[in-house]
DNA sequence: GTCTATAAATGGATAGAC
DNA sequence: GTCTATCCATTTATAGAC
């Protein structure tokens, strides 16, 4: 009875139920440990289908990849768009990623914690994607507008992020008993703290 | 010429040279891309001694674990002794981390960047692990001693380290063109200024 | 486009000689 | 304690029917 069903995915769903299974399964156990077999199994379909639709495992973590860093990136610039200050879009940012890491756990496991260049060896360190790239041109933004001291740009971009990004692996790991939301204002205020130019 | 010699070697420097040329090969390609022939080639010893000294795959990656973890553990126990202040014991667990992640950065990469979970499904998050645990226990009392805002442990601990974290992954990543030194006094700024008890 | 069956290779681990 | 040779399970990927 929770037999899957097979037959019933055709085309474009089926693509989407392996790229689903997957994400799934990677995100649980890992890509090595996880095979073409398994996915194949909790998908409920064939070898064949897979590979009809994925030239080879790592072109379809590639997929989910790709997917899952656009997404980040759209939802960033969404965030910052309409607001000016630096520490308005900073908050944002946290914001959202914190709410992507309550709402999507296994896309932002996947994303944060996976060693891509593993078995992604062509794929860039993620620090460099680009909603990374667009966390740290905030903060320089917010340096050339004098709201942010005249830091490093890594130093600064580190400060401002790097406890945010800590506490999202916290909650990915399990350790934290509160959703994100509860300690985020905190987390922001310390960040800006650290890097504000002093109103004196 | 270049041909490693056989036979050199025996008990325990066979023992310690299997797990020197693991390290190297887990913290370049990863432990999955790693196979036991691989080590065994370029460690130059035979299968059987690396099995006579290791039960398995996994307890050769738990060995490099525990001894790697004991030697942050020391290092940060060393670096805080001595010292009362949280942010003399804080500056200087950051001195010492960015110092291993200079020296010792296969180890540094292998502790810090593997999903050991992976491959090592017994062993607790590495945010439980000792060392992190030392640090966010200085700031705990940091807080009690009020030198430290009234903040959620975890919030103080990620806004006090996630910043230098963060830098030693992007050292390990190959992204900064200077030694983490260069960068130490502004990180350690930044964090305080974020979580010490305004002496207004 | 999806299926089953299977090829081909890899890799972890063991056996038994020395 | 170390070696060589090999077993066996797993897994990626393909072939060919439907």
């Known amino acids: 009875m929770n037999a899957v069903q097979k037959n019933t995915l055709r085309g474009e769903a089926l693509r989407q139920k392996v790229l689903d299974t997957a994400l799934q399964l990677f995100s649980e156990r890992g890509f090595f440990n996880t095979s073409i077999h398994d996915i194949r199994k909790v998908a409920g379909v064939s070898t064949g289908a897979i590979y009809h639709h994925f030239k080879n495992k790592e072109a379809l973590a590639q997929s989910l990849y790709e997917t899952i860093l656009g997404q980040m990136d759209d939802a960033i610039a969404q965030a910052c768009s309409g607001k000016s200050g630096c520490l308005e879009k900073s908050r944002a940012i946290i914001e959202k990623l914190f709410l992507m890491t309550e709402q999507y756990p296994q896309q932002m496991q996947f994303v944060l914690l996976a060693q891509h260049r593993e078995y992604l060896p062509d794929e ?19 340096i050339e507008k004098g709201e942010v001291r005249h830091l490093e740009p890594w130093v600064a971009a580190t400060a ?12 990915l790991d399990g350790v934290l008993d509160q ?16 890097i504000r130019k002093e109103q004196a």
């Not at 860039?124 to 917010?142: D, L, T």
């Not at 401002?160 to 909650?171: D, E, I, V």
Request: positive net charge; contains cysteine.
């Open 124 to 142: 860039a360190p993620i620090c460099s994607s680009s909603p990374f790239r667009m966390m740290k041109q905030v903060i320089i933004g917010g």
């Open 160 to 171: 401002m992020f790097g406890g945010a990004l800590r506490m999202m692996n916290l909650q």
């Open 179 to 194: 959703p994100l939301s509860v300690y985020q204002d905190a987390v922001v205020e310390c960040a800006w703290l650290g």
